[in-house]
């Protein structure tokens, strides 16, 4: 329950573009994004905020973010209402010698700005590429393109990193000094997102094999 | 890609207490959230949003998130401005035919309410108890209570089940009928979250042994 805001971290970068530490603190940001699938954009809906999954890539400093046009939440985002995307990954569960003291070990990713409609027909074959690569690598290419009609239906907003922040909590836990006498167990006991084996789609024909992007992908 | 909102759900349910589903619906939302460690609590600070990740813990139909009493997110949502707090597990990647058609299988759950700050010391400990235990069954007794001064440096918030949805995807790729003759590898990807080896703190006296609570604990 360590209440360090918001997961006690015990190392905090905050990265602006520019920034002395730009190009280290970038580096570490882009890695807790591009080591992510789905984040969860915030953005206020009738003076309430709205926290959903969304599906994201990475071109340089631009996030791209997608969903149906129909979303009330990207109609607002793509309008230019202010948004919050978050990237969280857990590492591990961190058990302390008292209750107040236990915490997880984590990379987050905050990012704040206002979001803007891609509308140019290059920038939104590029976003969308970002997207489907980032989500499942190889498969831009070796899928079928999207069509006309599948683009009208695609609300695609870019999202620029220039306003970020990373926190990061790593390591054990850190207890009270008159606690560290206490018989009670103390440690991290890690989390992982591992890949199960292929289910191949039922409508497939038999003996399709599967592809190396699929076999050889990490997480 | 595919954008039906927000993750191309093939199944949804909206539950709210009291509806004909009711039933079948909680069990279904107390699933999701009692399966998650980590949840994104939104909340709207000067007009933006912010999107953090929080612990949490549940009794009921009650949800007690908890940070430190000098966050600017919790300090807002305890004084009653609206939340949304939204916990996601990502099950797999769901390679289709076409760009356009690739997914996520999911389980979202999504609560909207007004956060209350809990006060009564009775109530503080049973939430506190709750938040620990999620993240860590069986340490709140194995474990040093909270003293005075840390109870009074923890911010207990609850909020209330009443409005909240969950959406799940499961299954293969849906795919255009015109699609399903390409020589292209369809299916799912399947993910998980998995522990692994229980890392000792430095300062345990050599030979502590590991529990049988961090031992034997699922995710």
């Known amino acids: 329950m ?12 905050t990265v602006r573009r520019g920034a002395p530490r ?3 603190d970038r580096a570490e940001l882009y890695a807790v994004l591009d080591a992510g699938l789905v984040g969860h954009l915030g953005i206020v809906l009738g003076g ?8 994201y890539g990475r071109r340089g400093d631009t996030l791209y973010l997608h969903g149906s046009t129909g979303a009330a939440t990207l109609r607002a985002a793509a309008a230019g209402a202010p948004v919050c995307f978050t990237v969280t990954h857990l ?5 302390a010698r008292s209750a107040f003291h236990h915490s997880v ?13 891609v509308t140019d027909p290059g920038e939104r074959l590029l976003g969308l590429e970002a997207l489907t690569e980032h989500l499942a690598p190889g498969s831009w290419t070796a899928t ?20 970020a922040s990373v926190k990061v909590r790593t390591g054990p836990p850190v207890d009270d000094e008159e606690d560290l006498a206490a018989p009670v167990w103390a440690g991290v006991l ?3 997102t591992v890949l ?16 190396d992007r699929v076999l050889t992908r990490s997480v």
């Open 2 to 13: 360590d209440t360090a805001p918001p997961l006690s971290p015990t190392a905090r970068s």
């Open 22 to 24: 730009a190009r280290t």
């Open 48 to 55: 309430a905020p709205v926290v959903l999954p969304t599906g």
């Open 91 to 95: 590492d591990g569960v961190v058990y």
């Open 105 to 117: 070990n984590y990379r987050c990713a905050v990012v704040h700005g206002a979001a803007r409609a």
């Open 144 to 163: 079928r393109q999207p069509t006309r009609k599948e683009l009208a239906a695609t609300a695609l907003l870019s999202l620029d990193l220039a306003e």
């Open 190 to 192: 890690p989390l992982r």
């Open 196 to 211: 199960g084996e292929p289910e191949p789609c039922p409508l497939l024909p038999e003996g399709t094999p599967v592809p």
